[in-house]
């Protein structure tokens, strides 16, 4: 049962162009949604994340959109740049003391060409 | 700190055998985990720790046993190898338990089942 569905599997961008990876979950519990970013090789590491309470997130170029009714979320990466290529995993989880599983979107290998 | 630490990076194995993968945290983290990354599936957790002697199962637990004797360490042990169990696996860590603080993964172990 996939709890967060991610898409596309794969994305090309040209370079200087917006990057856009969407998830959808399920659970209305979920009150928090990382995004995590990994190179070639790497083990995942954390971009970006965000909380139920606000619509959007945003750092740098990395911004996180945030659709409660719509039980969406999606990472917008501006002016995309070849050093974005990689594989981007969104996730989610429930704050519940004892509740710590992070559940994780299925992927998106993103690639920024020249 | 060198963060979380994983060996070995690659290893081969016959199916029934049995091994053990490693994984270190130096950063006093209580929170430690075990994922494995499949193509088109994601990370899915295996097991988890909340602290030293303390273990539950994750999503996919049937073929892994962990054990959790000091804060630092967290092996994953394949009793009996499978071909299913080909995949590569990551360990991760955090600060506290609570599924909203950042987890640190290590580089990985990717492991095939012959």
């Known amino acids: 049962q996939q709890q967060v569905k991610q898409s596309p599997q794969s994305l090309i961008v040209q370079k200087g162009g917006i990057s856009i990876i969407n998830c959808a979950y399920e659970?209305?519990?979920?009150?928090?949604f990382p995004w995590y970013q990994q190179f070639p090789g790497k083990g995942p590491a954390l971009l970006i994340a965000?909380?139920?309470?606000?619509s959007e997130k945003k750092e740098g170029r990395f911004t996180i959109s945030f659709n409660k009714s719509a039980k969406q979320f999606s990472l917008h990466i501006m002016d995309s740049q070849p050093g974005d290529s990689a594989t981007y995993f969104c996730?989610?989880?429930?704050?519940?003391?004892?509740?710590?599983?992070?559940?994780f979107g299925t992927g998106t290998r993103l690639t920024i060409i020249p | 700190n060198a963060g979380v630490t994983q060996t070995p990076k690659f290893q081969v194995l016959k199916t029934g055998q049995s091994m053990t993968l490693q994984c270190a945290q130096d950063?006093?983290?209580?929170?430690m985990s075990w994922y494995r990354q499949d193509p088109g599936m994601g990370l899915r957790l295996i097991h988890y720790?909340?602290?030293?002697?303390?273990?539950d199962q994750g999503e996919v637990p049937n073929g892994y046993n962990v054990s959790r004797s000091t804060t630092e360490d967290f092996p994953l042990r394949l009793l009996s190898a499978a071909p299913s169990q080909t995949s590569v696996y990551f360990c991760?860590?955090?600060?506290?338990?609570?599924?909203?603080?950042?987890?640190?993964f290590g580089p990985g172990t990717r492991l095939t089942v012959l």
């Open positions: 965000i909380r139920p309470d606000v």
């Open positions: 659970n209305t519990a979920f009150d928090y």
């Open positions: 950063m006093n983290h209580e929170y």
């Open positions: 996730a989610a989880s429930i704050g519940n003391f004892g509740n710590e599983k992070l559940t």
């Open positions: 720790s909340v602290g030293a002697g303390i273990t």
């Open positions: 991760a860590s955090s600060l506290q338990r609570g599924a909203h603080n950042e987890q640190f």
